[in-house]
């Protein structure tokens, strides 16, 4: 299996699977290919949550504004999984995902000789260099009689594979994306477990960050959704705001948080956007305080 993602809207994507189906007839499966344009750090963050569903599989994404510059190109291994990307950040938090830390993934260097664009490397250097892995994966698993999908499904096997393939290096200092952590205020007179479990007293504030926007509105935050799930009710930047488990617990049109598929909490609206009525976007700081803090 390929999963290819990217920013390119269409009709690119179809070029890269043309360039793939000549090389491997694996399965093809769109994760998406409308994500904010030029935004590694939001592809890094899709990618982080949806990738861990799959088997193990070779994830091309591309979200490239580096594209034609001197930035290389990488093969990432996460555990049995491997993900061709630019060397921007996009790749490592999805790879910590399907690793399950950092213990886990190898990253190498894609050698590129003169692609024929310097503004499509979708179809140059990513599409087909997932085919050539794929393809080299299911060879090896073949060779070594294996019962379908266990070559492939074995980390050690993907690892050596990936390490006798002409055309790969060992990355020395590959680009990183770290997702910042909420800062978290307790009641220092608290003694024993707040009510979120952990230790130090009742949560006063939480000071967190906008991670995304998905195409609802809905605003996603760093801070985790036990620190408000719940509550009846918090302030977000000074407003009081209902915490709700669904949207339809408030009437349309009207704000809430809730905590998203994700884990995080989100700043949302019931058939609306979240992002225009609380007038956050992605990098932005928000507050949250519990509606029993004394402001």
């Known amino acids: 299996m390929i999963t290819l993602t990217s920013d390119f809207g269409s009709p690119y994507p179809a070029a890269m699977k043309g360039v793939v189906r000549r090389h491997t007839d694996a399965e093809m499966i769109d994760v998406a290919h409308d994500l904010p344009r030029g935004d590694p750090r939001a592809a890094a963050f899709w990618l982080r949550f949806v990738l861990p569903e799959f088997p193990p599989a070779v994830h091309c994404a591309v979200v490239d504004p580096g594209v034609g510059t001197d930035r290389d190109a990488l093969v990432v291994r996460a555990g049995a999984h491997v993900l061709v990307a630019p060397d ?21 260097t894609i050698a590129v000789d003169e692609p024929a664009s310097e503004t499509f490397h979708g179809r140059d250097v990513f599409a087909p260099t997932a085919a050539r892995v794929r393809a080299a994966l299911d060879d090896a698993a073949a060779g070594d009689g294996a019962a379908a999908g266990d070559g492939p499904s074995d980390p050690d096997a993907v690892a050596e594979t990936l390490a006798g393939t002409d055309d790969l290096s060992p990355a020395s200092d590959p680009v990183d994306i770290r997702f910042p952590e909420p800062t978290v205020e307790r009641d220092e007179a608290g003694d024993g477990e707040g009510s979120d479990g952990e230790g130090g007293g009742e949560v006063v504030a939480v ?10 509105g809905n605003v996603i935050t760093n801070v985790p959704g036990e620190l408000v799930r719940g509550r009846d009710w918090i302030r977000v930047d000074g407003d009081l705001t209902p915490v709700a488990a669904t949207f339809g617990a408030v009437d349309p049109g009207d704000r809430l948080v809730t905590v998203g598929s994700h884990g995080y909490a989100e700043c949302d ?5 979240g992002d225009g009525a609380f007038d956050l976007r992605p990098g932005d700081s928000v507050r949250f305080v519990p509606d029993s803090v004394s402001l």
Not at 207 to 216: H, P, Q, S, T
Not at 269 to 273: I, Q
Request: no cysteine.
């Open 269 to 273: 609206v019931n058939d609306g956007r």
């Open 88 to 108: 921007n950040g996009l790749a490592m938090p999805p790879a910590r995902a399907l690793a399950a830390g950092d213990s886990d993934v190898e990253v190498w």
């Open 207 to 216: 000071d967190g960050e906008v991670l995304a926007i998905d195409r609802f």
